[in-house]
């Protein structure tokens, strides 16, 4: 049997009417867009980590509501295998963003129309986050008790 390198990942989708939040980071030298997300933490539970990226790349403390999916990727560049938990969660109105991000990689955060993010095209991290945002607005949802955890 073979090992693959792969990383757990999760994802947040904050919506506010038509807007949804996005950040602008650096990313292999490039400007790349992508939802709240990072790597789960050794120890940590998903939602839990959900919650401590978005706070880390938006300064924003908001209530997961549910989950919209888990996807599997593989990065063509490096063969890394991804799989990411996708959360979502919606607010009234577009809120100020204040990244607390530790690697010091997030430029600034946007909230932008679904329209905006297509543009963003080769600039989007990976496939995964257009993917999620279809899946969510056709209304896949997962009620958060569906994630266990045993320690």
């Known amino acids: 049997m073979s090992h693959h390198p792969f990383a757990v990942t999760v994802a947040m ?8 939040l996005m950040v602008e980071e650096w990313q292999q030298g490039r400007i790349r867009f992508n939802q709240p997300a990072g790597h789960l933490e050794p120890g940590e539970a998903i939602i839990e980590g959900a919650q401590r990226e978005l706070l880390e790349e938006t300064g924003l403390d908001i209530k997961i509501d549910q989950g919209v999916a888990i996807y599997q990727f593989t990065a063509p560049d490096n063969g890394i295998h ?3 938990f996708t959360f979502c969660a919606e607010v009234p109105e577009p809120l100020a963003t204040c990244p607390q991000d ?5 430029i600034c955060c946007h909230w932008l129309t679904l329209s905006e993010i297509e543009a963003l095209g080769e600039q989007l991290r990976s496939p995964m986050i257009l993917a999620s945002f279809k899946d969510y607005l056709a209304g896949a949802r997962f009620d958060l008790s569906m994630l266990k955890q045993q320690r």
């Not at 989708?13 to 949804?20: D, K, N």
């Open 82 to 84: 991804f799989v990411r």
């Open 102 to 106: 530790p690697d010091d990689d997030i």
């Open 13 to 20: 989708i904050v919506q506010a009417g038509e807007r949804f």
